[in-house]
């Protein structure tokens, strides 16, 4: 693998977790998961947003700081998360006021980290990642509708845009079925073994 540090993006649902694992065990990399169980808020921000927006999000960027922080990235790392997730999370659940305040503390705790070498995006259909979510059973994810997959997505897809450090790679898998992700992973293992430019890239399986 040409990376030392890689993040897998996508909606949820999409398979980040499931990618990381088998990617991490191909590459020998140590794996980076992200611990939404401990976000003791999570199950009641999917049933009342406004309410519980800001205090689930200044804890996923706290965690995700102090995971990032504390990881030894002497290893090769694959982490099923980027820690600008917490932007764009920050856009689309919090109102304007609150929002000012986590981007400047999203801002301030970014300076801080080592930041990726190459970002991966799993791009997909919010109908296909609702699909997934509803088979893994998580019961306070039953609240998450697609309009927030696509709101969610189209401001993944602006942040990247303005990434210009680092390789970002998008992979459309929106008509992959779950019997061909041989080949998402033989694509993704060849792409990691390659240097590309910095910004946005697109592949399509």
Same mark, same amino acid.
């Given at each position: 693998m040409f990376y030392n540090?890689?993040?897998?993006?996508?909606?949820?649902?999409?398979?980040? &977790?499931?990618?990381?694992?088998?990617?991490?065990?191909?590459?020998?990399?140590?794996?980076?998961?992200?611990?939404?169980?401990?976000?003791?808020?999570?199950?009641?921000?999917?049933?009342?947003? *406004?309410?519980?927006?800001?205090?689930?999000?200044?804890?996923?960027?706290?965690?995700?700081?102090?995971?990032?922080?504390?990881?030894?990235?002497?290893?090769?790392?694959?982490?099923?998360?980027?820690?600008?997730?917490?932007?764009?999370?920050?856009?689309?659940?919090?109102?304007?006021k609150l929002q000012e &305040?986590?981007?400047?503390?999203?801002?301030?705790?970014?300076?801080?980290?080592?930041?990726?070498?190459?970002?991966?995006? +799993? #791009? &997909?259909?919010?109908?296909?990642?609702?699909?997934?979510?509803?088979?893994?059973?998580?019961?306070?994810?039953?609240?998450?509708?697609?309009?927030?997959?696509?709101?969610?997505?189209?401001?993944?897809?602006?942040?990247?845009? &303005?990434?210009?450090?680092?390789?970002?790679?998008?992979?459309?898998?929106?008509? #992959?079925?779950?019997?061909?992700?041989?080949? +998402?992973?033989?694509?993704?293992? *060849?792409?990691?073994? +390659?240097?590309?430019?910095?910004?946005?890239?697109?592949?399509? +399986?």
């Open positions: 540090y890689v993040c897998i993006e996508g909606l949820i649902g999409v398979g980040k &977790t499931t990618t990381v694992n088998y990617l991490s065990k191909e590459f020998g990399a140590q794996s980076l998961f992200e611990k939404f169980e401990e976000n003791t808020a999570l199950p009641n921000f999917y049933k009342d947003k *406004e309410k519980y927006a800001m205090e689930v999000e200044l804890f996923f960027l706290e965690q995700r700081f102090k995971q990032i922080q504390e990881n030894d990235f002497s290893q090769k790392t694959i982490a099923d998360y980027c820690f600008d997730k917490c932007l764009v999370f920050g856009k689309i659940n919090l109102p304007p &305040t986590h981007t400047k503390l999203f801002i301030k705790k970014k300076r801080q980290l080592i930041m990726p070498d190459i970002v991966i995006y +799993l #791009l &997909t259909n919010a109908e296909r990642a609702i699909k997934n979510i509803s088979t893994r059973g998580r019961k306070y994810e039953k609240h998450i509708e697609p309009t927030y997959l696509n709101i969610l997505q189209k401001e993944y897809l602006l942040h990247f845009k &303005t990434v210009n450090k680092l390789p970002v790679i998008i992979i459309d898998i929106s008509t #992959l079925d779950l019997s061909e992700w041989g080949r +998402l992973y033989s694509k993704l293992k *060849e792409t990691l073994c +390659l240097k590309h430019p910095a910004g946005i890239s697109y592949i399509v +399986l």
